[in-house]
């Protein structure tokens, strides 16, 4: 199982931009996806989780009204759209894909086995 992240890139205060996860390996029709995101000296964190139905979803306090995390199952992908995007947004955006079948939303790294490289993201002032 695959996973590649992409879309990451730099972007001005108050901007938009979307990061794209495809998924090789594994269709994702039946398992929750998750993104987390790592600043530079600090530990990877909790950014959104979406269920295996796409339905239920959750996100960190920070994020909740700007970004959306969402799915297409045909194209075995997951976004994560990103706006009204911050300095403090800045970090790598790393995908991952939970193992269990029918796996509803997560926000521990415990819980999800599949992992991609990561995508920068950075925010200027």
């Known amino acids: 199982v695959q996973l590649q992240a992409s879309g990451g890139g730099l972007v001005q205060a108050g901007g938009s931009l979307r990061v794209s996860c495809a998924v090789s390996g594994r269709t994702i029709t039946y398992y929750a996806m998750g993104w987390f995101r790592q600043a530079p000296g600090r530990e990877r964190e909790f950014v959104a989780s979406?269920?295996?139905?796409?339905?239920?979803?959750i996100y960190e306090d920070s994020v909740k009204g700007r970004f959306t995390i969402s799915r297409d199952s045909a194209k075995n992908t997951v976004y994560l759209q990103m706006n009204r995007l911050l300095p403090e947004d800045t970090a790598v955006y790393y995908c991952?894909?939970?193992?269990?079948?029918?796996?509803?939303?997560?926000?521990?790294?415990?819980?999800?086995?599949?992992w991609g490289q990561g995508t920068q993201v950075t925010v200027s002032s």
């Open positions: 991952a894909l939970r193992p269990t079948r029918w796996s509803t939303t997560s926000d521990k790294e415990i819980d999800y086995d599949f």
């Open positions: 979406i269920s295996w139905t796409g339905g239920p979803t």
